[in-house]
Nanobody, 127 residues
């Protein structure tokens, strides 16, 4: 079992920045592929960013590329999502997911590939 807890969400003006954190426990964090997804009201959960274990390979959705950065520290069992130049369309509940079946170079962009999820943290960007 893996437990994930997100934090760092909040209300920010357009153009601002936020850093989301996802703390993991219950299983060796260093062998989990980690991802961030978001879900706006009335929309499906969508991929934002992911980081593979061992290789540290990262992947991003086109909509956030160049603005968001995902990183991880396995010694702290934590993955972060640094969000800059935020836009109103970034408003959503952000979820951290863990994939325990992927390979070290896998970037999972489908939410069905993640078998553990946090409770989510709300990010609201005002215009």
């Amino acid at each position: 079992q893996v437990q994930l807890v997100e934090s760092g969400g909040g209300l920010v003006q357009a153009g601002g920045s936020l850093r989301l954190s996802c703390a993991g426990s219950g299983r060796t964090f260093s062998i989990l592929n980690m991802g961030w997804f978001r879900q706006a009201p009335g929309k499906e959960r969508e991929f934002v960013a992911a980081v593979a274990y061992n290789s540290g390979r990262t992947g991003y959705a086109d909509s956030v590329k160049g603005r968001f950065t995902i990183s991880r520290d396995d010694a702290k069992n934590t993955v972060w999502l640094q969000m800059s130049s935020l836009k109103p369309e970034d408003t959503a509940v952000y979820y951290c997911g863990a994939d325990s079946y992927g390979t070290p170079w896998t970037i999972r962009k489908n939410s069905y590939d993640y078998n553990y999820w946090g409770q989510g943290t709300q990010v609201t960007v005002s215009s």
